[in-house]
């Protein structure tokens, strides 16, 4: 794949996106805990296990599903579309310190799980939640079957983390969330082709 202008950008920079990413969730879920829900955001970490069954089912399940996804994006017909997703583009080309991937998974894990999951999904249920989740990290294509393995895939993990919400609790889904991140940034930046 070629270097896209546009594409490229520093870990600093990325790791400042993130940052603002973060915030963002954070004042969305603010909003969405104010108008809609009874209690304030700290309510969405009222169930669940114990915050160390959380964490630590919340990272077997991220890793589980890493590798899931590692296993089959690494194979046809998925390896052969993997460069058509701009988030996958960004990752591959952008060069990632220990502490950017550490940084970037837990903003998106904590971020995007308390707006999602939290804030969201008592609202519209895990099914129009996923969907969401997936339409804005740009997951859904249907141009070829690859296109759709992967969306189904991404959609798959999303529905995953909701089901982590509600049995496990948000820790849960939040440490799920950052371990997977933190493993596919791993792997997309050793595989990727260039």
């Known amino acids: 794949m070629d270097n896209e202008p546009g594409v490229n950008i520093s870990g600093r920079e990325l790791l400042a996106l993130s940052a603002l990413s973060l915030l963002v ?43 899931m996804i590692i296993f089959f994006a690494s194979r046809s017909p998925v390896e052969q579309v993997l460069e058509d997703f701009t988030l996958y583009r960004v990752i591959a080309n952008t ?55 992967f969306g189904m895939l991404m959609f798959g993990l999303s529905m995953m983390l909701g089901i982590l919400f509600e049995f496990s609790g948000l820790f849960a889904a939040m440490s799920a969330h950052a371990a997977y991140d933190m493993l596919m940034l791993w792997w997309v930046r050793g595989y990727r082709i260039i």
């Open 25 to 67: 969730y954070l004042f969305l879920a603010q909003l969405l805990f104010y108008f809609f829900h009874d209690g304030g955001p700290l309510s969405a970490f009222a169930h669940g296990l114990t915050i160390p069954l959380q964490l630590l089912t919340g990272l077997f399940s991220g890793c589980t599903a890493a590798g």
């Open 95 to 149: 060069d990632f310190s220990s502490f950017d991937r550490i940084q970037v998974s837990l903003f998106a894990g904590i971020g995007e799980e308390l707006l999602f999951r939290g804030a969201i999904q008592p609202l519209l249920g895990i099914w129009i939640t996923s969907f969401i989740f997936i339409a804005i990290h740009g997951y859904f294509s249907f141009r070829s079957a690859g296109h759709i393995l």
